[in-house]
């Protein structure tokens, strides 16, 4: 590995080192303004992680590095890092008396937009923690859209191709330079995050809920101010509010940008987009079927529960209204597939994503036909363009690395002593960054804050690969990546 990429990777961490130390001063004002003294542990963590970040920024100062996919692989891991340990230094600190390996996991839950929580009493909770949490799932959902969008496509490792901007086609970008891309994202994405909080404050919620909830709705992050999240609420319209943003949000940003910049509404018939609604709708509508006839639970009502904890799970935000695992086996089976399989490329939606089940379906067709017609030249196809070889190769590795690593984790979960759902439920729901599990324990109605450190080391990794899209991380840890 070469030296100066390196440099250059301590570089970019040291910049968003900078930006999470003044980010940490929000916090410390609002503990400030509600008398709480957790605002000097934020004060007194800004100053130094900006003291240190500020340092490393000009020990590493250099001219522009020469990019390159090993320099991409290796600043995407770097950054993700960073962001996790430097947002877990006030949860550590704080007084709500984390141990380290606690605060990391919720700084990386926070950052991966998991939602996964080891916090219990989050009603009486310093605000200033409950916003630092937030924010942290705000900031990642915007790594995340980029990451998506423009990294992971160049790494080759399964990600979308570039999305093109005058057409629906998802083979360029959706704008000549990344700067305009930019900017037209950022304002999408506080646009959506300021009409979510205004619908949320104006359906019941207070300033301080609507805020939060607005950013972890946004980031699909899941993070709530209270331990029975949305049932806290017990509002019908919040949660079909809820439903929709979530539902928005995990759509391909870019092609947000379409809609809203260009007026383009042919942008939505993106198969992805197609499929993902799709699945939506008919996991929900045979959910509340089954709501209706097995507990007698009126059909507005089955079919408004139904729909925002389905969506909660497919776009991998986490938000629960009441223990659906309540329901019956057939919705706990759902709510387990739905753990799998989540939204769309391009959104700050994780899982599997939609694309990935689009391309599998045409290779699985294609490779079909041509049993019968083994001289035939079928092509896989998303949508209008053909999908290259080497895609499709990414694709199958990264289905079969996701369910290794996943069988993995589960084993280690079972080694460590944990019964069968709550050890494949946990190592799923933080590889797909979902949020809770199933079970007694991590499941709608617990958290994670009963499993010992080993556990909460796993499930952070098995959090971050699954951001990272798995490949990305595991490739830095091949011995070939850091040869010269």
């Given at each position: 590995m070469n030296a100066n990429l390196i440099r250059h990777a301590v570089?970019?961490?040291?910049?968003?080192?900078?930006?999470?130390?003044?980010?940490?001063?929000?916090?410390?004002?609002?503990d400030l303004y509600y008398g709480h003294p957790d605002w000097q542990v934020f004060a007194v963590t800004a100053f130094m992680s900006g003291a240190i970040s500020s340092t490393t920024f000009m020990a590493t100062r250099a001219g522009p590095p020469p990019f390159s996919k090993k320099f991409g692989f290796l600043v995407v891991n770097v950054l993700w890092i960073v962001f996790s340990i430097v947002g877990a230094i006030p949860l550590w600190l704080s007084s709500v008396k984390l141990d380290f390996a606690q605060a990391l996991f919720e700084?990386?839950?926070?950052?991966?937009?998991?939602?996964?929580?080891?916090?219990?009493?989050?009603?009486?909770a310093p605000p200033g923690l409950l916003l630092w949490r937030s924010l942290l799932s705000w900031f990642g959902g915007i790594g995340i859209v980029v990451l998506g969008l423009f990294i992971i496509p160049y790494l080759r490792v399964g990600g979308?191709?570039?999305?093109?901007?005058?057409?629906?086609?998802?083979?360029?970008?959706?704008?000549?330079?990344?700067?305009?891309?930019?900017?037209?994202?950022?304002?999408?994405?506080?646009?959506?995050?300021?009409?979510?909080?205004?619908?949320?404050?104006?359906?019941?919620?207070?300033?301080?809920?609507?805020?939060?909830?607005?950013?972890?709705?946004v980031a699909t992050g899941g993070f709530s101010t209270?331990?029975?999240?949305?049932?806290?609420?017990?509002?019908?319209?919040?949660?079909?509010?809820?439903?929709?943003?979530?539902?928005?949000?995990?759509?391909?940003?870019?092609?947000?940008?379409?809609?809203?910049?260009?007026g383009r509404l042919d942008a939505l018939r993106d198969p992805q987009i197609i499929v993902f609604l799709g699945y939506l709708t008919a996991f929900s509508v045979a959910v509340a079927a089954y709501h209706r006839l097995a507990n007698g639970v009126e059909f507005h009502l089955a079919l408004t529960y139904a729909f925002f904890?389905?969506?909660?799970?497919?776009?991998?935000t986490g938000y629960a209204s009441e223990d659906y695992s309540l329901w019956g086996p057939f919705v706990v089976m759902v709510a387990f597939i739905c753990t799998f399989i989540g939204g769309c490329s391009g959104s700050t939606a994780g899982g599997?994503?939609?694309?990935?089940?689009?391309?599998?379906?045409?290779?699985?067709?294609?490779?079909?036909?041509?049993?019968v017609y083994p001289n035939a030249i079928y092509a896989v196809r998303y949508g209008k363009n053909t999908v290259d070889a080497d895609v499709q190769r990414a694709i199958l590795l990264f289905?079969?690395?996701?369910?290794?690593?996943?069988?993995?984790?589960?084993l280690v979960m079972g080694a460590l002593g944990y019964d069968l759902v709550t050890a494949v439920s946990a190592v799923i729901t933080c590889l797909s960054n979902v949020g809770p599990g199933l079970g007694s324990?991590?499941?709608?109605?617990?958290?994670?804050?009963?499993?010992?450190?080993?556990?909460?080391?796993?499930?952070?990794?098995?959090?971050?690969?699954?951001?990272?899209?798995?490949?990305?991380?595991?490739?830095?840890?091949?011995?070939?990546?850091?040869?010269q």
């Open positions: 570089h970019l961490a040291a910049i968003l080192g900078l930006y999470l130390s003044g980010a940490m001063l929000i916090p410390a004002l609002v700084s990386v839950s926070a950052v991966t937009t998991t939602g996964s929580t080891v916090i219990v009493g989050l009603d009486d979308m191709s570039f999305f093109k901007m005058e057409s629906s086609d998802t083979s360029d970008k959706p704008f000549a330079r990344l700067a305009s891309f930019g900017r037209a994202f950022l304002v999408v994405y506080v646009s959506i995050t300021l009409l979510c909080a205004i619908s949320y404050a104006m359906l019941g919620m207070n300033r301080f809920d609507a805020i939060n909830h607005a950013m972890t709705t209270h331990d029975a999240s949305f049932g806290y609420f017990s509002s019908i319209p919040l949660l079909w509010a809820s439903t929709f943003f979530m539902t928005v949000c995990s759509l391909p940003f870019s092609i947000l940008i379409v809609l809203v910049v260009r904890n389905i969506t909660s799970i497919l776009s991998t599997m994503k939609a694309y990935r089940f689009v391309v599998l379906f045409n290779a699985i067709r294609s490779a079909l036909n041509k049993l289905f079969i690395t996701y369910i290794l690593l996943w069988v993995f984790g589960s324990l991590i499941g709608p109605a617990g958290n994670f804050s009963t499993l010992q450190d080993p556990e909460l080391y796993l499930l952070s990794l098995m959090m971050l690969l699954g951001r990272l899209e798995v490949l990305t991380v595991l490739v830095v840890l091949t011995p070939i990546f850091w040869k």
